[in-house]
C-alpha cells in the first residue's frame, strides 16, 4: 500500500492478489473533502477501464468534449483515448483498474463498445456480476485495508468462475507495454498473426486499433515522465519515438484536448497524487503503462 496527500485529495493504492494480477491493476481508494466547498477539478490521462463504486456527493465528469454528467453509484468507464474532465467536491471512491486481460475474463463484452463511453453499472446487464460489490464494500463500515480485502474477496470469487485465460490477449498486451515496440507490423510480427486478426483482437479486448493504441503508449510513457520529474521541461521527457516536440504536441492536442503547456499550467491535485501514488504501488506512473506479467 502506498499514499500520497495533495490539497484536500487523498488518493491510496493497494495491490490485488497475487492470483489477479494479470487482471487487475490496482485497487485504489480517492477520498475528497473540500474544505472550501468547492470542486475539486481535474484531468484524468486515457487508460483502461476501470470500475468505480462511489459514495458520499457524486462527482461529475465528461470523457472528451462531451457533456459534464454526474457519476452514478457504480460508475463503469471503458478503456479511453481521450481526457476525462471530472469535478468532486466530498466523496468516497474504491476504484477496481481492470487491465484488457482482466476486461476479457471478467466482463467479456467488446471493449470497442466501450471504448471512451461511460455508463451505469447498476443498469448495464453486462456488469451484473459486479452490482453487490458496492453493498459490500460499504455497509459495514471497516478501514481501508479491511475493504480492500473484500474486493480481493470478491474479484478471487468472480475468477473461479470465468472463463480460461486467452493467451493471445496476454502476449499482445506484454508486446504493446515494451517501449521499443515501434509499429503495428512489428507487433503482429511478434504474436505471430496476420494485421486483420491483430486488429480484430485489438478492437475487441484493447478497445481501439493498434496504431492508435501504439501512439497511445507513446504519449502516456512522455506524460508519465513529465509528471514524475514536473521540474524538467517537456523536450526533456518525451519519448525516443518522437520525431520532435511539434510531433509529441499533436499527439498531446489529440489525447488530452488541449496544449502541453495549457496542461502544464493547471493545477492537477488528483492526477500528482495519482502519479506518484500509483509509481510507489506498482511500479508504473499510469495504469496503460502497467506490465501484466509484474509480480
Not at 482482466?102 to 463498445?113: I, M
Not at 463511453?117 to 459490500?136: E, N, Y
Not at 483482437?201 to 481501439?208: D, E, V
Not at 509529441?248 to 489525447?255: M, N, P, V
Request: glycine content about 8%.
Amino acid at each position: 500500500m502506498s499514499s500520497l496527500n495533495q490539497s484536500d485529495v487523498k488518493i491510496r493504492f493497494f495491490a490485488p492478489a497475487d492470483p489477479l494480477k494479470p487482471y487487475v491493476s490496482t485497487l485504489y481508494l480517492t477520498e475528497v473533502q473540500s474544505s472550501d466547498g468547492k470542486p475539486i477539478s481535474d484531468y484524468l490521462h486515457p487508460e483502461w477501464a476501470n470500475l468505480r463504486f462511489i459514495t458520499g456527493d457524486l462527482p461529475t465528469g465528461a470523457i472528451g468534449d462531451g457533456p459534464m454528467e454526474e457519476a452514478p453509484h457504480f460508475f463503469v468507464a471503458g478503456p479511453t483515448s481521450r481526457a476525462t474532465r471530472f469535478r468532486a467536491t466530498n466523496m468516497r471512491s474504491w476504484g477496481i483498474g481492470l487491465l484488457p486481460g482482466g476486461w476479457v475474463k471478467l466482463v467479456g463484452a467488446s471493449a470497442e463498445d466501450y471504448a471512451d463511453k461511460s455508463t451505469d453499472g447498476d443498469s448495464d446487464p453486462v456488469f451484473d456480476k459486479f452490482a453487490s460489490l458496492h453493498q459490500t464494500i460499504y455497509d459495514d463500515p471497516a478501514p481501508a485495508a479491511e475493504e480492500a480485502a473484500r474486493i480481493n474477496s470478491f474479484l478471487l470469487d468472480l475468477l473461479k468462475q470465468a472463463p480460461e485465460d486467452n493467451e493471445l490477449v496476454q502476449q499482445a498486451h506484454v508486446i504493446l507495454v515494451d517501449p521499443e515496440l515501434g509499429t503495428v507490423q512489428e507487433m503482429a510480427d511478434r504474436l505471430g498473426i496476420g494485421g486483420r486478426s491483430l486488429d480484430r483482437l485489438s478492437r475487441k479486448a484493447f478497445g481501439f486499433a493498434p496504431k492508435l493504441l501504439l501512439r497511445r503508449q507513446r504519449f502516456l510513457r512522455s506524460l508519465a515522465e513529465n509528471m514524475l520529474n514536473p521540474e524538467q521541461n517537456w523536450i526533456s521527457t518525451i519519448d525516443p519515438q518522437y520525431y520532435d516536440q511539434a510531433h509529441f504536441g499533436r499527439d498531446f492536442q489529440r489525447f488530452m484536448g488541449m496544449s502541453a503547456s495549457a496542461y502544464k499550467a493547471l493545477p492537477h491535485p488528483f492526477m500528482n497524487a495519482a502519479v506518484h501514488g500509483r509509481m510507489a504501488a506498482a511500479g508504473a506512473g499510469m495504469q496503460v503503462l502497467h506490465d501484466p506479467s509484474s509480480k
